[in-house]
């Protein structure tokens, strides 16, 4: 039990175009998602974490136009990269919360060239 | 601002050998994580730590945890190739997770 899945495992976009990634708790309902950013040999950052229905909760530093998290249903949240740069190149990880725990998706490796 | 901190950042170590893993963290916390990851993966959770003196065992991994210390530990016992890998502390409070900066582990034959 627990699953979740991240949506897209890798993606390759164009400078200025934007991109979303999809994570949905498959077995369970998950009240809470987070979103993390890690760069090569880093550690996991977070950028934002977000509850159904409500707006995202942004970390410092982290814009809020550029990453755009929704957070529609109990099972799904999106992360949109918009305007995509090469400095957003990074794999970007989702873990949703529904009172088991903690589950990690699989991950996404975003690529902008 | 919780801050957790991990050592080494590197670890190379043969086969057969043991060695520890430590992970400090600066204020009180929920509970504590360690997670494997491999290159490209996410991450694949190992243990969870509830309170203090917890001492958790998976094959040639055990973690422990002092909260009064703000420490916890994860022994490797008789290393194998397979275990290479970078391994995370991550620290709960409240709804947040802390990760630590993570070790990059490299067992050689």
């Known amino acids: 039990g627990a699953v979740v899945s991240q949506h897209p495992s890798w993606v390759i976009c164009k400078s200025g175009t934007s991109v979303k990634i999809e994570c949905r708790s498959l077995?369970?309902?998950?009240?809470?998602m987070f979103w993390y950013r890690q760069f090569p040999k880093q550690s996991l950052m977070l950028m934002a974490t977000?509850?159904?229905?409500?707006?995202?909760?942004?970390e410092q530093g982290v814009e809020k136009d550029k990453f755009l998290i929704n957070h529609a249903s109990l099972t799904l949240s999106t992360l949109t990269v918009t305007s995509a740069h090469p400095e957003d190149s990074s794999f970007y990880i989702c873990s949703a919360s529904g009172g088991h725990g903690y589950t990690f998706g699989s991950g996404t490796r975003l690529t902008v060239v | 601002e919780l801050k957790v901190e991990q050592n080494p950042l590197f670890l190379s170590m043969q086969e057969g050998k043991n060695y520890t893993i430590y992970c400090n963290y600066s204020?009180?916390?929920?509970?504590l994580y360690w997670y494997r990851q491999d290159p490209g993966k996410s991450l694949e959770s190992l243990f969870v730590?509830?309170?203090?003196?917890a001492v958790k065992q998976e094959g040639r991994l055990m973690a422990s945890l002092d909260t009064k210390a703000r420490l916890s530990t994860l022994h490797i016992t008789a290393a194998v190739h397979d275990l290479s890998a970078t391994y995370f502390c991550a620290v709960v409070t409240g709804n947040q997770f802390y990760f630590g900066t993570g070790t990059s582990l490299t067992v050689i034959p």
């Open positions: 204020t009180t916390s929920d509970r």
């Open positions: 730590l509830l309170s203090n003196g």
């Open positions: 077995d369970f309902q998950a009240t809470t």
């Open positions: 977000s509850n159904e229905g409500s707006k995202a909760t942004y």
